[in-house]
């Protein structure tokens, strides 16, 4: 699963290790740098092989100090992190238009998303491309949690003319669905729309846009599959 493959690249091994204080006492201790007054300072410049030492001391200490690769993931929020185990990667994308009065021809488009945490685990970004019989589509998504509301925020921005940047109402998980409520005007009046992400597992998930219809029914209008990039030659046919 997305979120197994997650966690496994973040956990910590439960096996005996030492805290970054005690491993730092050490190297200290190793390069004759006891932070104990007297001990062992006679012997820091006894010869070049010890201010070799502690320029390695140094240099180990900067690079030790310097946050792992995963921390802004860690650090972020337990719903931030619900999302970045259900989505981030690299994902080859299928959209089918249905056929109704706003697309009477209906339409495909295939193309790549790449999903990815940002600014240092408080966002969620996605960077999507595809091109097809219904046009060329570039479209930028940010989501992000808004604590004292207690719902996610949504930001968008496309190639098309009427999105130059956003704000795309909020999203909130119904069970294992997130759902993105929004309005748009059609034809001069406000419309609800939904993007509905369900069917999430580690290798796919599935997006549906749709419009609600006297606030009860709501009707699919984009169908996209998501499918997880394994390798760089895992294109869209």
Known sequence: MA?????????????????????LLVVIAWAGLSPLPGIFMSTLYRD???????????LSVVIYLQPPAGAAER???????????????????????????????????KGMARIRVGTGGTSLIED?????SAGKLDFLLVIWWNAPVGTYQV?????????????????HWERATLVNEYVEKLNGKEQKFQDRFSD????????????ERNGKTFLPLITTTYRRKVNSTDLVH
């Open 200 to 211: 999430l597992t580690a290798a796919t998930f599935t997006l549906v846009a749709g419009i």
């Open 48 to 58: 070049a092989a010890a201010a070799w030492r502690i320029t390695l001391t140094f």
């Open 128 to 132: 999507y491309h595809s091109d097809g």
């Open 75 to 109: 650090a972020a929020s337990p719903a931030m992190n619900k999302l970045f185990q259900a989505f981030v990667g690299d994902w080859v994308v299928w959209e089918t238009f249905q056929r109704n009065e706003f697309f009477p021809k209906g339409g495909e488009r």
């Open 3 to 23: 979120i197994q493959q997650y966690d496994n690249h973040n956990k910590v091994s439960n096996g005996f290790h030492l805290s970054k204080v005690q491993t």
């Open 155 to 171: 930001f968008t921005c496309s190639s098309g003319s009427d999105n130059a940047g956003q704000l795309r109402g909020s999203a």
